[in-house]
């Protein structure tokens, strides 16, 4: 069974849907590990919940981000961990893991990239007037929301009649594909590990 960590900074809508996934057996994987950069953060309330292991740092008691993520190494060699999944995590992979996890990390981003990188994807897009809005799921390289996709779907806005339904069925899309998409990656890390 491989072994995931995932890393949030936030609400953790999409980390309880792992969760919730690997409970209802649809993703054949462990959820061993959340680490998160907001102490605070709603996701480790769920991570309590489940009994799921919690690395939380304060990114400002470091003085760069090799040193915090030497930390967070260690924490996930602890855990042999497989694959990093990041679920709102609002910070840029530094080379420490990026060397370490070569093709294994992941993030979800709601838009159709490569357009609208960054924050609030969403609406930079509605700002641009689009019609199609979407989620792509990648791999992380060490620039913004640039890796090779793995998945994406698009959404037709043009029914829709505030930022919040959009907003909703974004997230819905989400919560279906990101566990979808965790799955095919580590079927391939499977296939892989067999050649
Ligand atoms: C999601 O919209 C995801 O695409 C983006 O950050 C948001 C995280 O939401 N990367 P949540 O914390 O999983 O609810």
């Given amino acids: 069974m491989k072994r995931i960590a995932v890393f949030a900074s936030g609400f953790g809508s999409n980390f309880q849907s792992i969760i919730d996934n690997v409970k209802q057996n649809k993703l054949n994987a462990t959820v061993e590990l959340l680490v998160t950069d907001r102490p605070n953060c709603m996701a480790i309330a769920r991570a309590k919940q489940e009994k799921i292991e919690v690395y939380s740092f304060d990114p400002k008691q470091y003085t760069n981000k090799k040193d915090y993520e030497s930390i967070i190494l260690s924490h996930l060699k602890k855990k042999s961990i497989d694959l990093i999944v990041l679920a709102g995590y609002m910070r840029l992979i530094g080379d420490t893991l990026l060397k370490q996890y070569p093709g294994r990390i992941i993030n979800i981003h709601p838009s159709m990239l490569p357009k609208y990188k960054g924050m609030d994807a969403i609406g930079q897009a509605l700002c641009a007037n689009e019609t199609v809005l979407g989620v792509t799921v990648h791999y992380v390289n060490k620039e913004v929301d640039s890796g090779r996709i793995i998945m994406q779907e698009s959404l037709d806005i043009t029914q829709m009649k505030s930022r919040d339904e959009i907003e909703e069925k ?14 095919k990656v580590l079927e391939e890390l499977y296939i892989e590990s067999l050649d």
């Avoid at 974004?170 to 799955?183: G, N, T």
């Fill in 170 to 183: 974004i997230h819905q899309i989400e919560h279906m594909m990101y566990p979808k998409a965790i799955q």
